[in-house]
């Protein structure tokens, strides 16, 4: 390139002023370190829009020159990242702080743009990332431990702020992999299993605590949704009758005789109420079935009655 061009020929000399001052300007950035960040900083809030772009068709534009540079650089970039590696990690702490929210609509604006070439991309990488995750198990378990309240916090208020979008996420999935999720099952049905048991006798107390507090605070929703369901899909209840009966050696007719034993006060034991009457098991027929059709074994509940009675104690 001629010199003659006065772009090329201001290259030149800012790189040759740079080349014999370098101390004098490393000193002079070092002593007003504080004011050039923020210097720097409102010139990247001001210009933001126009920093991406020339950065965006720099970049398209010199892309195999930067893949060279990084490419000869590498283990510089590699002994410079491990000999200041906790000064970037502070950093990068700071700045994922400091910009959360930009970041995460960022985020969620390059999958949007972007979901076939990420899709793509891990199809093609899935070896080497479930490699990567295998060698580095033993330390995301250990961040998991340390930061658990941290990570529980966030996963409740994401799904909180997330719910609908979520299930609709969800209900998109299993319907485009149906079959993929339905062989998956079939073929990993025991070791589910075992897994599912184990899991339920070392966290026996723990479910019945979130079972019984998540009844507790979604009562109301519950009894809708039971209600519900029973209205629409009333073979399903007919089924579970059935069976019912078959385990216990009842017969239909015999706990109708027994029903009508009971409702013969004609009004509920709790409220005095006298409509939608159901005879309610003292001790239930599922503990004691040689009790199901004793006479003394029941008295009259009113719907509500009956069905805030099991709420509030379980089936049992």
Aim: with cysteine; net charge positive; hydrophobic share 20%.
């Amino acid at each position: 390139m001629s010199l003659k061009d006065p772009v090329a020929a201001r290259k030149v000399y800012r790189k040759q002023y740079y080349k014999d001052h370098s101390e004098e300007i490393k000193q002079y950035n070092k002593d007003h370190s504080e004011e050039i960040k923020a210097r720097k900083k409102q010139y990247y809030k001001d210009n933001r829009e126009e920093i991406k772009a020339y950065s965006k068709q720099y970049q398209k534009d010199n892309s195999e020159k930067i893949k060279q540079y990084y490419k000869d650089h590498r283990e510089e970039r590699k002994q410079y990242a491990k000999d200041h590696s906790e000064e970037i990690k502070a950093r990068k702490k700071q700045y994922r702080k400091d910009h959360r929210e930009e970041l995460k609509a960022y985020k969620k604006q390059y999958y949007k743009d972007n979901r076939e070439v990420i899709k793509q991309y891990h199809k093609d990488h899935r070896e080497e990332r479930k490699q990567y995750h295998k060698d580095h198990r033993e330390e995301r378990k250990q961040y998991n431990k340390d930061h658990s309240e941290e990570i529980k916090a966030y996963s409740k208020q994401y799904h909180k702020d997330h719910r609908e979008e979520i299930k609709a996420r969800k209900k998109q999935y299993y319907k485009d992999n149906r079959e993929v999720i339905k062989q998956y099952n079939k073929d990993h049905r025991e070791e589910q299993l075992v897994k599912m048991k184990q899991y339920r006798k070392d966290n026996s107390e723990k479910i019945k605590a979130y079972k019984k507090q998540y009844t507790k605070d979604h009562r109301e929703e519950q009894l809708a949704y039971a209600k519900q369901y029973a209205k629409d899909h009333p073979e399903v209840s007919l089924r579970s009758q059935k069976k019912m009966f078959k385990k216990l050696g009842l017969t239909k007719w015999s706990m109708r005789a027994w029903t009508r034993v009971i409702r013969k006060d004609k009004n509920c034991s709790y409220c005095g109420s006298n409509k939608q009457l159901h005879s309610h098991h003292l001790i239930p027929k599922s503990k004691q079935p040689g009790l199901a059709l004793n006479e003394n074994n029941g008295i009259p509940l009113c719907d509500p009655c009956h069905r805030e009675h099991h709420h509030l104690n379980g089936v049992n």
